[in-house]
């Protein structure tokens, strides 16, 4: 089975897409990318679960934010709309962000967390990273979204969040995923109203199991961010997977989707959905 439709809100729509059966699982991409970044997980865990996956406000096919929004709110209403009481969420950078965020706001929602290089609000970026994000925009704005986006691929600044060209196929498919004008910059990043809580000061709160992942070669303010989470959320487990950066799901998909496999047959395994799903190592911590 496989859905693609918009959800449709008072202020806007969200484009979403399903594949598969049983137990959900929702899929957050994160800063320049739209739903297709999660390609291969999708063609994994199709077979096993039922993958959700949506754009963010802002991002791919869905609308482009004119007044303030919450991530936090969209994804609510997502759940709403497809009749979903409990889900594990899976996170991509600021898309990791955003589901502390909302398992934060509605714990009772949420079943696990899978954190692949996330942010969390309350963490302050690098300077350097500021200010390359503002030049983004300055490009945007003055020099158009191709010679923007390209700039951004060439700069060497951002080198860690692409794959290297060891990996022509990963890296083709992360770069025909920036390259889409529709996942560069398109709104004011104010619009996105955080949390009133500072989430980062709240992860002891988080009383669910959360698989944290991160790259070694990734920025070390990601790697910085990814140990802290580590440290603080009570029932977190952690790991380095080598050689990439900042998409280990797209670099090194394979190590990834088992690392998931083998961390949600536990929170599954009194669901028809373990029936489903074969058991695998057990190695999450490097």
Known sequence: MSIQKHLHLPDSRLFYRIDGFREPLIFIHGNFNDHRIWDRQADHFRKHVQVIRYDLRGYGQSDTPTAAFSHVDDLKHLMEHLNLDKVILVGSSMGGGIAIDFALAYPERVRGLVLAAPSVTGQRYPLNMLWKGFINFYQLRFRGSRSAIEAFIHDPYWSYFFPSTQ?????????????????????????A????????????????????????RDHPSNLKTADELARRIPQATSMIIKDCGHLPFVERAEEFNQAVLSFIIPILSNTSASDAIPAGPKRLVH
Do not use: G, W
């Open 167 to 191: 990996n022509m196929e990963a890296r083709e498919q992360v770069l025909q995923n920036i390259r889409n004008p529709n996942n560069f910059c398109r709104f004011p990043p104010h619009l």
């Open 193 to 216: 109203i955080p949390p009133r809580n500072n989430s980062m000061k709240r992860l002891d709160e988080l009383r669910i199991p959360a698989l944290i992942i991160a790259s070694d």
